[in-house]
């Protein structure tokens, strides 16, 4: 198709990149009624009142100026605090930690940081959809390390020394693994730091979901001997907190990397809008008691979403962390892209093909669990008549009825 006038004005390397394949998908779904989104990863909690009552709180007072570039000193502070407190280490608030619009710009941040054009970019795969459009977009190129059902959709030490070349500048890490919900064992993260230290990598962790973590304990990459000086942390308030809509994510690392992160955020985005600021401040004072509630709901979530998916002839990986569920829809005959679009046609339930994660994720689907518990019972009963019908055998007569013992543990959704 030949393009328009204007169209060849737009620079060929955005043009080159592909829509994000959540949202290209969720664009049918905002065309049908009666359907049920299990695709979208934000929280079904509504924000805690006490961290809404904070914002007002602010906005009265007359909190409605800049901050400086580099955020609140007082967020900043508590935001140090957070990471010594949880892993024991310590940044200087003072010129070691940026508050950013989302972990989403604090990565682009780092990658615009980082690369030179032509230098590479391990990433794990499946990965978030944002992450090799990141790369490509600050110059560099994304080298995916492929993971399986088989090793738990996580990646080896010798998996990374291997995709080493003299361009590797970069690896990025996410765990808790979205889409997956996979996570990392201490043990061989060590090993992966081992080798980012041989090869003088730097490593960029994305670690959003760290505190939905339900099976062990998460490690901070930065927490490891040698690690914290070549570590770019990037985290936020939008899983943990409920407040995807706030956008408010910090990066915290060595004051080089960061002072240089701060140079682009200042002629950008300037500042993190200081009503959000607000917010997060009150959250980390005086939101974990909520954060925990939220967690142990998601893990109850969890367990039964995995049977019921089982139950119905399904497999389904057992995620560690965040709040997806990633079954091997492959058993139905179908691709990742055919099952989505006749499950969301035939029975008006959305979740994401897998392969908008990557080659890695074709077979597989992701689905939020991070939804309100009649929409979660509703779905997989949709679900269950649907597999059915493309040949898959249930375990158990009635398979979505296990998704039904939600309903009996008494969650609710505001907190």
């Known amino acids: 198709m030949t393009m ?44 805690p009142w006490h961290i809404r009552e904070a914002c007002i709180y602010s906005l009265e007072k007359g909190y409605t100026m800049y901050t400086s570039n580099w955020g609140l000193l007082e967020l900043r502070e508590a935001v140090a605090a957070e990471l010594h407190n949880t892993y024991n280490v310590q940044y200087n608030p003072r010129n070691e930690i940026l508050i950013t619009v989302g972990v989403s710009e604090a990565l682009d941040l780092a990658m615009r940081t980082l690369l030179q054009p032509g230098d590479e970019v391990l990433i794990p795969e499946p990965s978030y959809v944002s992450y090799a ?4 977009l600050a110059g560099g190129r994304p080298v995916f390390l492929p993971t399986s059902l088989e090793n738990g959709f996580q990646i080896s030490a010798d998996q990374v020394r291997q995709a080493i070349t003299s361009n590797t500048r970069a690896l990025l890490l996410c765990y808790p693994n979205n889409p997956t919900g996979a996570v990392m064992e201490r043990e061989e993260l060590a090993r992966i730091a081992e080798v980012a230290m041989e090869h003088d990598l730097v490593v960029i962790s994305d670690e959003i979901y760290d505190r939905l973590t339900y099976v062990g304990q998460h490690t901070c990459m930065s927490s490891f001997p040698g690690m914290r000086e070549r570590t770019i942390l990037l985290n936020g308030f939008s899983k943990a907190y409920a407040m995807t809509g706030w956008r408010v994510g910090y990066a915290a690392g060595n004051p080089d990397f960061i002072g240089a992160m701060t140079k682009i955020h ?5 500042c993190t809008p200081i009503t959000g600021q607000m917010a ?15 967690v142990e709901h998601y893990n ?16 389904c990986f057992e995620p560690g962390g965040a709040f997806y569920a990633f079954p091997q829809i492959s058993v139905t005959g179908l691709n990742s892209e055919q099952f989505a679009e006749e499950l969301l046609k035939e029975e008006q339930v959305a979740l994401v093909p897998g392969n908008a994660f990557g080659n890695s994720g074709e077979g597989f689907a992701r689905v939020s669990y991070a939804a309100s518990i009649d929409d979660l019972s509703e779905a997989f009963r949709r679900m269950a008549r649907f597999v059915r019908r493309c040949g898959v055998r249930p375990r158990v007569i009635s398979a979505p009825a296990q998704i039904s013992a939600i309903q009996q543990e008494g969650i609710c959704q505001t907190l």
């Not at 459009?133 to 490509?136: A, D, G, I, R, V």
């Not at 200042?266 to 300037?270: E, F, G, H, P």
């Not at 039964?304 to 139950?311: G, N």
């Open 300 to 315: 109850r979530r969890r367990h039964l979403v995995v049977q019921a998916f089982k139950d119905m002839g399904v497999p």
């Open 133 to 136: 459009p990141c790369t490509t």
């Open 266 to 270: 200042q002629y950008s985005m300037l």
């Open 4 to 47: 328009s006038k204007w169209a060849q004005r737009v620079n060929p390397v955005v043009q080159n990149i592909p829509p994000s394949g959540i949202r290209k998908f969720f664009d049918l779904v905002s065309e049908m009624k009666g359907v049920i989104s299990l695709g979208v990863g934000e929280p079904d909690f509504v924000t």
């Open 280 to 294: 997060a401040l009150e959250a980390l004072k005086n939101g974990k008691a909520g954060m925990r509630r939220m």
